[in-house]
């Protein structure tokens, strides 16, 4: 049993690094970002750090569709996501709890 456990533990293991690896490779691109200070932040402005200017926010026009931002059903939107989250939170964990409860109560049997 001990020898399954640790084999399970060491594949669970390698799969959550394995998991990492696309965030990892994602911040790609910045031989110099972290080699040099950063300028000072102009006035008015935050910096951030990223030795550019703040980009003037574009028009909603520019942006992708999105299910936010669609007029129409944003409550439908809303209803559904309060409605997974109360799902995951209270019901999904009682229906475990009582799945388990059954199985312990007809274990002695």
Same mark, same amino acid.
């Given at each position: 049993?001990?020898?399954?456990?640790?084999?399970?533990?060491?594949?669970?293991?390698?799969?959550?690094?394995?998991?990492?690896?696309? &965030?990892?490779?994602?911040? *790609? $691109?910045?031989?110099? @970002?972290?080699?040099? #200070?950063? =300028?000072?932040?102009? &006035?008015?402005?935050?910096? *951030? $750090?990223?030795?550019? @200017?703040?980009?003037? #926010?574009? =028009?909603?026009?520019?942006?992708?569709?999105?299910?936010?931002?669609?007029?129409?059903?944003?409550?439908?939107?809303?209803?559904?996501?309060?409605?997974?989250?109360?799902?995951?939170?209270?019901?999904?964990?009682?229906?475990?709890?009582?799945?388990?409860?059954?199985?312990?109560?007809?274990?002695?049997?």
């Amino acid at each position: 049993m001990k020898l399954i456990a640790t084999s399970v533990l060491r594949a669970l293991a390698a799969a959550a690094v394995l998991g990492l690896v696309p &965030a990892v490779l994602a911040h *790609g $691109g910045e031989e110099n @970002a972290h080699s040099a #200070p950063a =300028p000072a932040p102009a &006035a008015g402005g935050h910096g *951030g $750090g990223h030795g550019h @200017a703040m980009d003037p #926010p574009r =028009p909603d026009s520019e942006y992708p569709p999105n299910y936010f931002s669609h007029p129409d059903h944003k409550a439908v939107i809303y209803a559904h996501i309060a409605l997974m989250v109360l799902d995951w939170v209270f019901i999904l964990p009682a229906g475990k709890l009582i799945r388990y409860v059954c199985s312990w109560k007809n274990r002695g049997s």
